[in-house]
């Protein structure tokens, strides 16, 4: 293999002796000064986070909007939002020193969409803390002993939304490679750190076979759907259908047939997990599919009962649903990425169902049972500790995915004004997809805010918002709220012009 350095050295050979001397002169210099550096820097003590920090933010302060460049920016972002409002919206941008300098019915409440995760979002960061991870728990009354495990073998959830039937078989395989043959009992489902309906019932119920409107359940598993793989066969057989992972829970009728060129394939909710099948696939043709399942603690139950049963274990009893004992020993202790990690997925995709199981953990870590009215209570106390505004806050859901939220934009503007003025606040700027880039923000054109803006989208069939953070030209990184309701025009064009006129002050 080629060497550069090496390649470079033979270079030099072919050069004369005064230019090399003279080379060498110069490097010799160059490292005579650095060690000069580098040993009046020996003995010196670490520099301390807080001045870490401080040197940091020893950047120019950006200047203070004077009274015309904010007259100025309200002409601006008045005009770029005209031909998108209606009746009903609420805008707001606040400065870098936390000051409101642009305002429009900032304390009218409206439907919020997916911006509502911002509140859920902060919340957990400052609650749990950036670094909180969950786990899941394997356990039973005793070890296994010659292979045998005498009662139950326990799956104790505490909310996890990144919990994959991966990481199940990893367990199952961890019981085996130690020597597990047989359970004298049932797999028991412990999904006793939450409660309440899987489903809010808020939610519009024409959407309940659709990926984003998933059960809540502390015993979460590939964010409570199941993935049904369709494989066109011989044209006019019927395709095959394959459902990952493998559970008795999940029932279908009827089927897809191969077809010559048609693809409309259909599957729809019958009842509780049972899928009706329909339409065409064409001919060496694979399609995925994930819909939800429901009665989480029953359907995982049977995926790791059918887990242990393919791996070699025998289980006396089929799966139940039971409080663990106190005295349980750990035999499996699954711990998720850091909630930092879970906060930027929830951020980057709009994660509803991220954002729903985050909501009731808040409950959960004020000790309280894990019900959404008890992780809504969190929140609002939380807004509350931080003097963050509520005016006409109204939250059913943690993920905005309710039509019945309503919150205004100087709640959520406060919301990112507030992070960014406390030590943490560089966490949920970075969480949050950069537009134009990443994210649910991939598609929107910015120009001059491209590369300065990092923000979180919302969208129901009624309602668009945009809130997030802008590094402006001249005046720092502000923060702003922007929702409209029963828009007559294109909102998420109305966003884009608002932010890039705004970046360029």
């Given at each position: 293999m080629?060497?550069?350095?090496?390649?470079?050295?033979?270079?030099?050979?072919?050069?004369?002796?005064?230019?090399?001397?003279a080379?060498?002169?110069?490097?010799?210099?160059?490292?005579?000064?650095?060690?000069?550096?580098?040993?009046?820097?020996?003995?010196?003590?670490?520099?301390?986070?807080?001045?870490?920090?401080?040197?940091?933010?020893?950047?120019?302060?950006?200047?203070?909007?004077?009274?015309?460049?904010?007259?100025?920016?309200?002409?601006?972002?008045?005009?770029?939002?005209?031909?998108?409002?209606?009746?009903?919206?609420?805008?707001?941008?606040?400065?870098?020193?936390?000051?409101?300098?642009?305002?429009?019915?900032?304390?009218?409440?409206?439907?919020?969409?997916?911006?509502?995760k911002?509140?859920?979002?902060?919340?957990a960061?400052?609650?749990?803390?950036p670094?909180?991870?969950?786990?899941?728990?394997?356990?039973?009354t005793?070890?296994?002993?010659?292979?045998?495990?005498?009662?139950?073998?326990?799956l104790?959830?505490?909310?996890?939304p990144?919990l994959r039937?991966?990481?199940?078989?990893?367990?199952?395989?961890?019981?085996?490679?130690?020597?597990?043959?047989?359970?004298?009992?049932?797999?028991?489902?412990?999904?006793g750190?939450?409660?309440?309906?899987?489903?809010?019932?808020?939610?519009?119920?024409?959407?309940a076979?659709?990926?984003?409107?998933?059960?809540?359940?502390?015993v979460?598993?590939?964010?409570?759907?199941?993935?049904?793989?369709?494989?066109?066969?011989?044209?006019?057989?019927?395709?095959?259908?394959?459902?990952?992972?493998?559970?008795?829970d999940?029932?279908?009728?009827?089927?897809?047939?191969t077809s010559?060129?048609?693809?409309?394939?259909?599957?729809?909710?019958?009842?509780?997990?049972?899928?009706?099948?329909?339409?065409?696939?064409?001919?060496?043709?694979?399609?995925?599919?994930?819909?939800?399942?429901?009665?989480?603690?029953?359907?995982?139950g049977?995926?790791?009962?059918?887990?242990?049963?393919?791996?070699?274990?025998?289980?006396?009893?089929?799966?139940?649903?039971?409080?663990?004992?106190?005295?349980?020993?750990v035999?499996?202790?699954?711990?998720?990425?850091?909630?930092?990690?879970l906060?930027?997925?929830?951020?980057?995709?709009?994660?509803?169902?991220?954002?729903?199981?985050?909501m009731?953990?808040?409950?959960?870590?004020?000790?309280?049972?894990?019900?959404?009215?008890?992780?809504?209570?969190?929140?609002?106390?939380?807004?509350?500790?931080?003097?963050?505004?509520?005016?006409?806050?109204?939250?059913?859901?943690?993920?905005?995915?309710?039509?019945?939220n309503?919150?205004?934009?100087?709640?959520?503007a406060?919301?990112l004004?507030?992070?960014?003025?406390?030590?943490?606040?560089?966490?949920?700027?970075?969480?949050?997809?950069?537009?134009?880039?990443?994210?649910?923000?991939?598609?929107?054109?910015?120009?001059?805010?491209?590369?300065?803006?990092?923000?979180?989208?919302?969208?129901?069939?009624?309602?668009?918002?945009l809130?997030?953070?802008?590094?402006?030209?001249?005046?720092?990184?502000?923060?702003?709220?922007?929702?409209i309701?029963?828009?007559?025009?294109d909102?998420?064009?109305?966003?884009?012009?608002?932010?890039?006129?705004?970046?360029?002050?």
């Amino acid at each position: 293999m080629k060497n550069s350095v090496r390649y470079k050295r033979r270079s030099k050979r072919s050069r004369g002796a005064k230019r090399s001397l003279a080379l060498i002169v110069l490097l010799g210099a160059i490292a005579l000064a650095i060690w000069s550096i580098v040993r009046g820097l020996v003995g010196q003590p670490p520099i301390a986070p807080s001045m870490q920090r401080a040197i940091v933010r020893s950047t120019p302060a950006p200047a203070l909007w004077t009274p015309a460049q904010i007259a100025t920016l309200h002409r601006a972002l008045d005009d770029a939002f005209a031909p998108a409002l209606s009746a009903r919206y609420s805008l707001v941008v606040i400065d870098a020193t936390g000051r409101v300098i642009y305002a429009e019915r900032e304390r009218s409440p409206v439907t919020p969409a997916s911006v509502q995760k911002l509140i859920v979002a902060d919340a957990a960061l400052n609650l749990l803390g950036p670094d909180y991870h969950f786990h899941t728990l394997m356990a039973a009354t005793h070890a296994p002993d010659a292979g045998r495990l005498d009662g139950n073998l326990w799956l104790v959830g505490s909310g996890d939304p990144s919990l994959r039937s991966d990481d199940l078989r990893s367990g199952v395989r961890l019981l085996t490679r130690a020597g597990l043959r047989r359970i004298d009992g049932a797999v028991a489902i412990d999904p006793g750190v939450m409660s309440g309906p899987e489903i809010n019932p808020y939610w519009d119920p024409s959407d309940a076979n659709e990926d984003f409107q998933v059960p809540t359940s502390a015993v979460s598993l590939d964010d409570d759907t199941a993935e049904f793989r369709v494989y066109g066969g011989a044209p006019g057989q019927p395709a095959r259908v394959a459902i990952v992972p493998a559970s008795r829970d999940v029932r279908v009728t009827g089927a897809v047939r191969t077809s010559t060129s048609f693809d409309s394939v259909v599957i729809l909710p019958q009842g509780t997990n049972v899928f009706a099948l329909g339409g065409d696939i064409p001919a060496d043709t694979e399609e995925k599919f994930w819909l939800p399942v429901h009665d989480m603690p029953v359907y995982v139950g049977d995926v790791i009962g059918r887990m242990l049963h393919q791996a070699g274990v025998t289980l006396s009893r089929p799966p139940q649903v039971s409080r663990a004992p106190l005295d349980t020993i750990v035999l499996w202790d699954h711990r998720s990425a850091a909630l930092r990690k879970l906060v930027g997925h929830m951020l980057f995709v709009s994660d509803n169902h991220y954002a729903e199981q985050l909501m009731r953990t808040l409950a959960v870590d004020a000790g309280e049972a894990g019900t959404d009215a008890n992780g809504l209570t969190a929140e609002r106390a939380f807004l509350r500790s931080r003097g963050i505004p509520t005016d006409g806050l109204r939250s059913v859901d943690g993920s905005g995915l309710a039509q019945a939220n309503r919150v205004c934009a100087l709640t959520l503007a406060r919301i990112l004004s507030d992070a960014e003025l406390r030590d943490h606040g560089a966490e949920l700027y970075l969480l949050l997809p950069a537009g134009g880039r990443d994210g649910t923000l991939t598609h929107y054109d910015f120009t001059t805010a491209l590369g300065r803006v990092r923000a979180k989208t919302g969208h129901l069939s009624d309602a668009s918002s945009l809130a997030g953070y802008v590094n402006t030209m001249h005046h720092g990184r502000v923060a702003f709220a922007f929702m409209i309701n029963d828009s007559p025009g294109d909102p998420d064009s109305a966003f884009v012009g608002a932010v890039d006129r705004l970046a360029a002050f």
